[in-house]
């Protein structure tokens, strides 16, 4: 048993302190599950062990399954039926632990979530450490699955559906006087303590068993439709899962399916409901995809897997940010509250203090949320220094320009940054379209130049695009990627060229919500359908968020600069210049494609129609869903072919945090490979020649579907 020792005391107590070998957290894994179901036989055959304590030898307890594992056994085709096995070994030994007659407390000794908790509800006490850090909950719906260790059935046999529901269905986890309340753990307890009270309790407590098994139990608050709370809390947990897109994440309803029908059983019948809803969703992509992107491969990029390994770890101690408008000043509130000193500049010292203030407006409004205290958000307001000469720079590590989208002003700002920054500092531009390349020929030192591309709201949005120009070197990248994880957020890399990554599939996204426009399909119809793919954002709502004239003068730009045609944007174009003719530049003027009421809902401009003369034939939803996500899909996998992009995780992971492409898919390139690559480029070559040519598939694209090449290379080992 090398992921668990059994200690017995002399007080027949047997303490099971689980440690995992070579794992920063402990995991559900088969020999664990293993050597769980060893120890638990011994407890209850060994006449000399009265009760046992499972515990934990690491600081959490236990963090839930191994999502690798599970995102293994899709890729190697499991089916559903095999897949509502998946967990009958675990729960057989829960089951074994409540009901084989002698007393079993959990003493949770940290954080216990998913399985975790699951393993601490089967056993007959749970007491749980008094710190903030012990958080608990079955967060599996996150990743597109539901907590298959009886958590659907064990939690609201315990608190009563009403209170479980939200908490299965959104995932969220609790500290521990939440948990407390909710009559989740028994005791909140010092840690000195834990395993004296875990071990008295097994003294004083040797009939234990589980509630659920004494007949004549019924749930808190009553189980199936007759209930007085069941219309509402399952109309309200359906009402939630559609409005969150049950379409495109079936867990919830599948949550609430399992929770409704197993509740009027018994448990054994109840766990094997719960293994059936699990198995449907376990075999279905959106579960792969979203625990493949979203946890482990974002988990990767926390972790700087990217980073060229030779730099030594580099800390930014003193940052430079020029240009206090919206985005520096993101920047300078970020960084300050990771404890970063920053410099923030900008032409005049009003100006600069404008800028500040962002930082006090976003620290005033968490004090009076409660989540920040006044004490720490003056010392965050300490750390930056508004100012307006560049003798300011002198001794920062890194500098970033976030002056406005202009080639001669940053040309400026990169010279006279230069003249007082020392010789290995970092230089780097915030912007969202100028190549690198280019800029960088404004500098001396183009080897410390590169471009670190922050997400508006930058306090809000998780994502940095770093992006490598010809002459970056490895030493710039490792030491932009240490800054990116410094302020915690998630870096994606990516070499130059227009737009990037993200500015370029974020413009065919507005640019094919135009162009249907032009064509006379009905704007409802085009927002509608995006929502409807779990889309963060409608076309032509955040076109008005970014505003009309800034597109205008990034194309127009694209043509003074005499780029391809593939960066011109033909077909976006005349709707373009037409709302900058009409004045309707999006919210920022008062409106564009939608109305801003004053105190009002937004709502779409009844203009349109005058405008844009709805065609008498309108395309089927599933048309317009196909256009908007494939062509983001397909201008992706040509980031790959141009050597844009070099990793399939960074493809999926921008596309997400950036521009909220919809997270069931995975990603833009995870949406190539789930649909199957030649699926994907026969569906492109239908919307080609009905919509256009920019839908059609390059020879590169079509030569890797025909060899079935896949952008996530899947883990056949049996
Ligand atoms: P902004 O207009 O809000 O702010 C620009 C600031 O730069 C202003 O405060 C201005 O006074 C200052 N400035 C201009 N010239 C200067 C100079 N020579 N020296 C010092 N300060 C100077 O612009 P923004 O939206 O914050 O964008 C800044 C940069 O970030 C641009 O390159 C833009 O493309 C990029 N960007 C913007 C977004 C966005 O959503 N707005 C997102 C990513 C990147």
């Not at 690798?68 to 899709?74: G, H, N, T, W």
């Not at 008295?200 to 189980?223: C, F, H, M, T």
């Not at 990034?554 to 033909?570: C, N, S």
């Not at 999006?586 to 409106?591: L, P, V």
Request: a negative charge; hydrophobic letters at 45%.
């Amino acid at each position: 048993m090398n992921t668990l020792k059994l200690d017995l005391g002399a007080d027949g107590v047997a303490i099971i302190t689980i440690n995992l070998p070579d794992r920063p957290v402990n995991v559900f894994t088969s020999a664990f599950v293993n050597d769980l179901q060893a120890a638990v036989e011994e407890v209850l055959t060994n006449v000399a062990i009265r009760g046992a304590v499972l515990t934990s030898g690491k600081s959490g307890f236990i963090a839930g399954a191994d999502l690798k594992d599970l995102v293994d056994a899709f890729d190697q085709g499991i089916d559903a039926v095999q897949a509502s096995h998946r967990f009958d070994r675990e729960n057989a030994v829960m089951r074994r632990i409540e009901t084989g007659g002698k007393p079993f407390v959990a003493a949770l000794n940290g954080l216990a979530l998913g399985g975790g908790l699951e393993l601490a509800l089967a056993c007959h006490r749970r007491l749980l450490v008094n710190d903030p850090k012990a958080i608990v909950g079955l967060p599996e719906v996150t990743v597109g699955l539901l907590p298959a260790g009886g958590g659907t059935q064990r939690l609201p046999r315990l608190i009563g559906i009403e209170k479980a529901l939200p908490l299965l269905i959104e995932g969220n986890t609790l500290k521990p006087a939440q948990a407390l309340q909710l009559g989740i753990v028994d005791e909140l307890v010092d840690v000195t303590g834990l395993l004296e009270q875990a071990r008295r309790w097994v003294l004083d407590n040797p009939e234990a068993s589980q509630p659920w098994d004494v007949k004549g139990y019924r749930i808190p608050g009553g189980a199936g439709c007759l209930a007085a709370h069941a219309t509402r809390s399952f109309q309200f947990g359906t009402t939630l899962a559609k409005a969150a897109g049950a379409q495109n994440y079936p867990a919830r309803l599948a949550i609430l399916s399992a929770v409704f029908e197993g509740t009027q059983l018994p448990m054994d019948k109840a766990l094997a409901v719960e293994a059936k809803y699990f198995g449907t969703l376990l075999a279905n992509p959106v579960a792969r995809n979203l625990m493949r992107t979203m946890f482990i491969n974002k988990g990767a990029a926390d972790k700087l897997v990217r980073r060229p390994v030779g730099p030594a770890k580099s800390t930014v101690h003193k940052l430079g940010v020029v240009g206090a408008g919206m985005m520096g000043a993101g920047i300078a509130y970020v960084s300050a509250a990771a404890g970063v000193q920053v410099m923030l500049l900008d032409t005049n010292a009003d100006a600069a203090a404008r800028g500040k203030d962002y930082s006090r407006r976003i620290l005033d409004k968490a004090i009076e949320r409660g989540t920040q205290t006044r004490d720490k958000a003056d010392a965050i307001l300490a750390l930056i220094e508004p100012c307006s000469d560049y003798a300011a720079f002198d001794g920062c590590d890194l500098v970033i320009e976030a002056v406005f989208e202009n080639r001669e002003v940053k040309a400026s700002v990169i010279g006279k940054t230069e003249a007082v920054l020392a010789p290995d500092a970092v230089f780097a531009s915030n912007t969202s379209t100028l190549p690198i390349t280019g800029l960088a020929e404004c500098s001396k030192r183009p080897d410390h130049f590169i471009g670190l591309h922050f997400f508006s709201p930058v306090e809000r949005m998780p994502l940095v695009e770093v992006i490598v120009g010809k002459k970056t070197s490895e030493q710039t990248i490792a030491r932009a990627l240490d800054f990116v994880g410094q302020l915690r957020k998630t870096p994606i890399l990516v070499n130059d060229s227009p737009g990037f990554y993200t500015s370029r599939i974020f413009s065919t996204y507005t640019d094919e919500g135009m162009a249907m426009l032009a064509e006379g399909v009905n704007p409802a119809l085009i927002e509608n359908a995006a929502r409807l793919a779990s889309a963060a954002t409608s076309p032509l709502a955040v076109t008005d968020e970014v505003s009309l004239d800034l597109q205008k003068s990034v194309i127009d730009q694209a043509h003074k600069d005499g780029l391809e045609e593939k960066f011109l944007r033909l077909h976006a174009r005349p709707v373009v210049e037409l709302m900058n003719f009409l004045g309707r530049l999006g919210r920022k003027s008062g409106g564009g494609f939608y109305e801003f009421p004053q105190g009002g809902k937004k709502h779409l401009w009844q203009g349109l129609a005058e405008h844009f003369p709805l065609a008498p034939q309108q395309p089927d939803v599933e048309t317009v869903k196909d256009r908007l996500l494939y062509i983001q899909a397909l201008e992706t996998a040509r980031c790959v072919e141009e050597g844009v992009l070099n990793d399939a995780a960074d493809a999926d992971l921008g596309s997400i945090l950036g521009l909220g492409f919809p997270s069931w898919t995975g990603g833009t390139l995870s949406l190539i490979d789930t649909l199957g690559a030649q699926a994907f480029v026969t569906r492109c070559d239908e919307l080609a020649d009905a919509f256009g040519e920019r839908f059609r598939p390059s020879v590169w694209l079509r030569a890797r579907a025909e060899r079935g090449e896949r952008f996530h290379p899947r883990n056949d080992a049996a």
